[in-house]
């Protein structure tokens, strides 16, 4: 017995040495925890596009967990076609989108042109899989239910399968080409029973797709605009109802898709800023946000009587800007780009301040800056994020 016992006792004093080395590996998560938080920055770098991934501290505030290439290439800054500003590389949002089940993040590879897939770990990315498309320029992605859509610049839409291991495979019915005169098109959504995609184009044109019980494109139905509101970010409300943005006019208004798959205009709002362009809404379906980029502003609207109107609930205030650009005939003190919501927070990057902002989220829709929940200790200087996304339960 004693031998025995003797093997036990130096067995438990190497596991407690072990544990206690500078590895710390006792403390290291285990790859199936929860992930509770995660948030995603696209750099867009073209030698070497990387996502940045953050996560709250103990302290509720973003830390930098690390940074991941993603074996493709980005645009760094980006002349938009026909209007002559240099702007975000990807003019989209949902340039990074993650699954539902919060286990993959997927980003869009502007140069390759392709997107990429790596696996959400509590203390890393880990990546899995790249996917060429047949297009040129992807700059935008929807996914729901195991399907994937990247939107191209041009036009180009196409479809995807997404594996429970993170593996992607092109749908064979799934390929499109818009209209490239209609360029830039800038955003895909999805809505909840994966059933309906809408794609919007800046030149004042929205299209909605129907699919198929395979992710394939069943029809495809354009509406158009007379007036020149800019057509910009889009999400869904529930599966027959989208708030979309509107970059030229300022404005954000809320359709309904119809038996024939138009979109029925229901409520808008003026804001009489443009601007208007990156939009969420509130998982409680009470609220819309969206940024502003010349104002720095983020923008609250009521949703709970969308059918019939569509008040502003709040208008926020930035903290002081640190660095300004020209775009055309204007300077810019603010670049708010993409927005995520969270229970608690709204998140705005605004990449020529270096940082991301966080918003206190009220029950009332109103917003109360918090710089101690946001990231100012940036890690790529001076340039023009190419993406942001990502998730809080808290």
Request: with cysteine.
């Amino acid at each position: 017995m004693k031998p025995k016992n003797s093997f036990l006792y130096l067995l438990i004093i190497f596991t407690l040495l072990a544990c206690n080395n500078d590895d710390d590996c006792c403390d290291t998560p285990p790859d199936n925890e929860k992930i509770s938080s995660a948030f995603f920055v696209l750099n867009n770098l073209n030698a070497g596009n990387q996502l940045i991934y953050l996560r709250k501290d103990n302290n509720d505030a973003l830390k930098m967990i690390g940074s991941y290439p993603t074996t493709g290439k980005g645009e760094n800054l980006f002349l938009v076609s026909g209007f002559g500003n240099v702007s975000d590389p990807n003019t989209s949002q949902d340039a990074v989108a993650f699954t539902e089940d919060k286990k993959f993040v997927l980003n869009v590879n502007n140069n390759d042109p392709s997107f990429s897939v790596m696996k959400i770990l509590p203390d890393k990315l880990e990546f899995v899989d790249k996917q060429f498309t047949n297009f040129d320029y992807p700059n935008a992605m929807a996914t729901r239910n195991g399907f994937v859509y990247v939107l191209h610049l041009d036009g180009g839409l196409q479809g995807f399968r997404l594996n429970e291991e993170g593996k992607v495979s092109p749908i064979g019915n799934a390929n499109h080409q818009f209209d490239s005169s209609l360029t830039p098109f800038v955003n895909v959504s999805i809505n909840f029973s994966a059933s309906t995609l809408v794609v919007t184009s800046v030149r004042n044109k929205a299209f909605v797709i129907q699919l198929d019980e395979f992710g394939g494109f069943s029809s495809i139905t354009e509406t158009s605009y007379d007036e020149n509101i800019g057509p910009y970010g889009s999400a869904f409300i529930d599966d027959q109802n989208i708030a979309i943005s509107n970059g030229f006019e300022g404005s954000v208004r809320i359709y309904n898709i119809n038996s024939e798959n138009e979109l029925v205009l229901f409520s808008e709002n003026l804001s009489g800023s443009g601007g208007h362009c990156w939009l969420r809404v509130s998982d409680d379906k009470r609220f819309a946000y969206v940024t502003n980029t010349p104002q720095g502003a983020v923008y609250s609207y009521d949703l709970s009587n969308f059918q019939n109107e569509l008040p502003q609930v709040y208008k926020s205030t930035p903290p002081p800007s640190r660095n300004s650009v020209t775009q055309g005939d204007f300077t810019l003190p603010y670049l708010y780009l993409d927005l995520v919501y969270s229970k608690e927070c709204i998140y705005a990057i605004d990449p020529l301040n270096e940082r991301i902002d966080a918003y206190i989220v009220h029950g009332d829709g109103t917003l109360t800056l918090d710089e101690n929940k946001g990231y100012s200790d940036w890690p790529i200087v001076n340039t023009i994020s190419g993406g942001f996304n990502g998730f809080s339960e808290y």
